[in-house]
């Protein structure tokens, strides 16, 4: 088995975000096995932690999506990290598993548009090998979305491929293919130093939509009606390799490595990211707990939140990232007291008991931490619910709960419950931690 791997030393870059035009400190340093890849925003007080991970993504408001859009970005509302891909490309094929980044803006530095520079950094900072086994789900199931003319398909596989096609409407880029078995050189010499790139004729457009404000000819390929303006490729086919950096990149949001065949027809950022979200699922459904995680059963939990029956909707913790994440399963049974009296006739697990069991498991994140053991959680507010399918009796419920924002007195925590792999509630709450 693989072992998990960090940096061995920090690291700082500085440079512009491509979108915004913000200039930004990044800054790499090692973290503990098991912590995953984590975005700190120090210009903020306290600073906030946004784990890379597809429940973190951003959702732009219907009314601004387009000034958020051709990226992949993380956070809230409040707080964002905008443009991750580059970065995680890099993380993903050089096999990073734990690493906490400082940000002191809201977007990850452009620098020349590809990924070299980033891998440069990683190399001068070195990877170390830690103690702990490297999970990688290897994909069980066929997986295929179709958005109009683009479609992404993932089929099993013993190693990471892909095979990407790319057909722009413009007649300089020409309809373009490769496929390529992604590994540590692979990525470095043929993927890497593919750079962004966008049409002449979109280029005001989209500056005029807020995009592309730090975008130049250096690190910004621009297609013109004759050639590429004031920049040379680095490879024929720069254009496609570009795009499968974006799609390694926005698939390792997956929250893991894969295997599996990825075969791409004129992918984005939309779809690609909701074919993390597919792996993500398929990882829920049929891999289950992996030996890396916690198990705490009842009477474990007992000992960190105060809930008792009949008001403890939580059977067991499969996952514990204490301040962090954790996962627990609630096995819905037609003897819990609620069904005697919600829709008897049909029994409907209640929509507000599926918010309080999430926050019970939000409860136990918290409060395991050795700083606010003993203290309780008290609902300050809770928005963005939504109820996707009903919970019955026999179902058994999964719920997963990230921070998003930590404070000393409060906590800010997305939630979402699933039953066979696919979302049936999520909600955002807050809560304040107060002494017991």
Do not use: W
């Not at 912590?35 to 007080?45: C, K, V």
């Amino acid at each position: 088995m693989e072992k998990q791997k960090t940096i061995l030393r920090t690291v700082t870059l500085k440079g512009v975000g491509i979108h915004t035009g913000n200039k930004v400190n990044i800054t790499f340093k090692p973290a503990a096995a098991d912590s995953g890849i984590t975005f700190i925003r120090t210009d903020i007080s306290p600073a906030p932690k946004i784990k890379a991970h597809v429940r973190a993504l951003f959702s732009a408001p219907l009314d601004s999506i387009s000034k958020f859009s051709r990226r992949s970005s993380i956070g809230s509302s409040d707080v964002q990290v905008q443009t991750v891909e580059h970065l995680m490309a890099t993380l993903s094929s050089l096999g990073i598993d734990n690493i906490d980044v400082e940000i002191d803006s809201n977007e990850v530095c452009g620098l020349d548009g590809s990924a070299l520079n980033f891998v440069e950094a990683i190399e001068k900072a070195g990877i170390q090998e830690q103690e702990k086994e490297r999970y990688c789900f290897s994909v069980k199931e066929p997986i295929c979305i179709q958005e109009g003319a683009s479609s992404i398909t993932i089929l099993p596989d013993r190693e990471f491929k892909i095979s990407y096609t790319l057909d722009y409407n413009h007649p300089l880029i020409e309809a373009q293919f490769l496929e390529i078995a992604v590994n540590p050189k692979s990525f470095k010499t043929e993927i890497s130093p593919a750079r962004t790139f966008c049409l002449e004729s979109e280029a005001r457009q989209l500056q005029d939509q807020g995009l592309g404000l730090g975008a130049n000819y250096e690190n910004t390929l621009v297609v013109g009606d004759h050639g590429v303006v004031k920049n040379k490729l680095r490879f024929k086919n720069e254009f496609v390799r570009h795009k499968i950096l974006d799609l390694i990149g926005d698939l390792y949001l997956a929250g893991c490595p894969i295997k599996g065949h990825v075969i791409a027809l004129r992918s984005g950022h939309s779809l690609n990211l909701k074919v993390a979200q597919k792996i993500y699922e398929q990882r829920i459904k049929t891999q289950g707990v992996n030996s890396m995680d916690t198990n705490l059963d009842i009477n474990e939990i007992m000992k960190i939140i105060p809930h008792r029956e009949p008001f403890l909707f939580v059977d067991r913790i499969t996952h514990l990232e204490k301040g962090r994440r954790a996962v627990g399963v609630k096995n819905v049974t037609i003897n819990d007291y609620f069904f005697k009296g919600h829709f008897p006739g049909r029994p409907v697990m209640p929509g507000v008991i599926i918010v309080e069991a999430m926050a019970q498991v939000g409860g136990v994140m918290m409060l395991a931490s050795e700083e606010n053991k003993g203290k309780l959680a008290f609902f300050l507010s809770i928005d963005n619910v939504k109820f996707r399918k009903p919970v019955v009796p026999g179902d058994q419920l999964v719920l997963e709960v990230e921070a998003i924002k930590v404070k000393s007195k409060t906590a800010q925590v997305s939630g979402r419950a699933l039953v066979g792999g696919k979302v049936v509630a999520e909600a955002d709450f807050v809560c304040a931690l107060v002494n017991g």
